[in-house]
Structure formats: structure tokens, C-alpha cells
């Protein structure tokens, strides 16, 4: 075996030898400096794209065509058929002339039938953060919902179920882009809260038919004049105050808007925060009929049967 030392001033089989560093930062375009980085590695051809013109869409991923069943309803000789696609490969793709998709026979998944809630606008001012939180109804039946405080605390620790953690790992947050985060959760911050008034969402509107009228994608005043700048400035949550507040804007037809307003978070550098939120939903008495959950018996007309899911809402660490 033979070993060749030289210099970066000798040649070397013929070919002149070059300095690469290893620590040299190429800078992206400005335009790429939102997009994630999980966006950019994802870029075929083995390269990461530098401009926006370099950008390739990224295809979504592939999802097997299978059946799932309710193991309960196994077990008591029922069907209990939760998702069931289509024969047809075909069916539901643009290649036919209708059927265009709908890709199930049969879908029973709970995103079909539960709120959607999504942060319209976010703002700080570095010692708190607001949130306007938009609520939709994708069913085809009223809704009867409110915001209010959760008791959610972080996973359990394996072999412990009495002990939680707060650090929530590898968290997706967006499945196009296959982006996930790991958050710190802060639970004392919302423990607090006050529920928000019960607010009524209609049936969902097909936006296609509502496409051309003059009240289509139209909002109430109060959420059209709302100010994120005024919130913070008026708001007050402080270290010496409340840590948190929740209120509802305005609702209407199927959709109604929440304020949150929080302190800013204490995560270690790197790591997101987080916060826990209950979404109350109102069963029986004409609301959320199409999540086929049974009612249970109030002694007092008044009460109501309230179903609790728990939302975590993450923004992003600038320490």
C-alpha cells in the first residue's frame, strides 16, 4: 500500500488539489427563510433547493386502501366497520366522470365528525402571546360547543401511570411536509381558565354552492375589526396577574371565533411551548347527532352532557 502525502500546491495523480471548508454557511434566498427545513430536505434530485424557483411540490403521502373495524363491535357479533374504500381503484380519482373524492364507502373517523379549531392569527409582544382561534363545523347537524380549561398534564411515563411528562416529543405538526416539533407543555399557565360562553354552530354549508353569493367567506364585525396589537395592549395577563384568559368573539352560521391570551413560555432554548385547552362539547338535546355518542340521563333539564377533548396549541421559541 502506498501512501501519497503532497500539498495543496503539488498535483496530485495530474489534478490540482482544492480547500473546501467545512464550516462555510451558504445562505438561502430570503424567501426561504419561513419554510421548513423538513420542506427542504424533502426536494428530490439529492439537492436542497437555494431559491423558491427551485422548489418542487411535494407529493403527499401514499395511504394503503384497507378496512378497519371496531374491535367491540367485533366481539358482540356486530359488523363494526369504521373505514371501508372503495372497490374500484379508480373511484374517487379525476379519471371518471363523477365520483370525484369520494374515495370511502364508509367513513367513520372521528375528524369527520369533531370541531376543527385552527389558530387564525398569533401575536406577541415578547412577555405574552394571543391567539384567534377559528372553530368550524364539518358536520351536517348543529353543534353546541365552548372553550374552557383541560386537565391534560403530558403523556404518561411507561411503567408509571401516575406520573406524566411535559416534554412532548416528535409532535407532528404538519403531515404534508412531514414537519414535527418537540414542545414543552404548561399546564399551571391555562389551569385556571374560565369557560367561554356556549356558542351554537349551524350545519356546514357546502363552500361550492356558496362560491359567486356576496356573503360568501364573510366574517362577523367583531371578528373583521379585531386587533391583535389592541388585545396585548389591553389585555391583562401578567406575571403578576392572571396567566392566561379565553373568550368567545362572535359565531356565525357554522363557525365561531375564541381569544387566547398567555404568558410567554419558559422552554430551554430550542424547544417550542405549548399550552392545553379543552374543547366541550354538548351531547344530546338536538347537538352533535352525528357523532352517535348516547346522552346520559340528567336529573335537572338544565344540566348538560358535556363530551371534553384536549387540544394542545404550540408556538415557536425566540429565546
Same mark, same amino acid.
Given at each position: ?9 503539488? /498535483? ?67 359488523? %363494526? ?59 351536517? %347537524? /348543529? ?22 411528562? /411535559? ?28 369557560? /367561554? ?123
Amino acid at each position: 500500500k502506498k501512501v501519497v502525502s503532497a500539498s495543496l500546491s503539488e /498535483t496530485v495523480g495530474g489534478q490540482e488539489l482544492q480547500s473546501t471548508s467545512l464550516f462555510v454557511d451558504e445562505k438561502l434566498d430570503e424567501a426561504l427563510q419561513d419554510i421548513s427545513v423538513d420542506a427542504l430536505l424533502l426536494q428530490g434530485g439529492g439537492e436542497t433547493a437555494k431559491t423558491v424557483q427551485s422548489l418542487l411540490p411535494l407529493p403527499v403521502p401514499l395511504r394503503p386502501r384497507k378496512s378497519r373495524r371496531c374491535r367491540e363491535e367485533l366481539a358482540e357479533g356486530r359488523p %363494526g366497520i369504521l373505514v371501508k374504500p372503495k372497490l374500484n381503484p379508480l373511484e374517487g380519482d379525476t379519471s371518471l366522470r363523477t365520483g370525484h373524492a369520494q374515495w370511502w364507502k364508509k367513513d367513520s373517523s372521528a375528524v369527520q365528525v369533531l370541531p376543527r379549531l385552527r389558530v387564525s392569527i398569533h401575536a406577541s409582544d415578547e412577555t405574552k402571546h394571543v391567539f384567534l382561534l377559528k372553530v368550524a363545523n364539518p358536520t351536517l %347537524g /348543529t353543534i353546541r360547543m365552548r372553550l374552557a380549561a383541560s386537565t391534560y398534564s403530558g403523556e404518561p411515563v411507561w411503567g408509571d401511570l401516575t406520573t406524566t411528562m /411535559t416534554r412532548l416529543q416528535d409532535v407532528l405538526v404538519d403531515p404534508f411536509t412531514d414537519q414535527h416539533v418537540t414542545a414543552e407543555l404548561m399546564p399551571a399557565v391555562v389551569k385556571d381558565l374560565e369557560p /367561554t360562553e356556549m356558542c351554537e354552530l349551524e350545519p356546514a354549508e357546502d363552500s361550492f354552492l356558496e362560491l359567486g353569493k356576496s356573503t360568501f367567506n364573510d366574517v362577523p364585525d367583531l371578528v373583521a375589526s379585531w386587533d391583535a396589537g389592541d388585545v396585548l395592549f389591553d389585555s391583562k395577563v401578567s406575571n403578576d396577574g392572571p396567566s392566561s384568559s379565553l373568550k368567545l368573539i362572535a359565531s356565525k352560521n357554522s363557525t365561531a371565533w375564541f381569544e387566547l391570551v398567555v404568558l410567554e413560555g419558559s422552554a430551554a432554548s430550542g424547544i417550542d411551548n405549548a399550552v392545553p385547552i379543552a374543547m366541550e362539547i354538548e351531547v344530546g338535546k338536538g347537538s352533535w347527532e352525528s357523532s352517535l355518542i348516547q346522552p346520559e340521563t340528567q336529573e335537572n333539564e338544565e344540566d348538560k352532557d358535556l363530551v371534553s377533548f384536549n387540544l394542545v396549541i404550540a408556538w415557536e421559541n425566540l429565546n
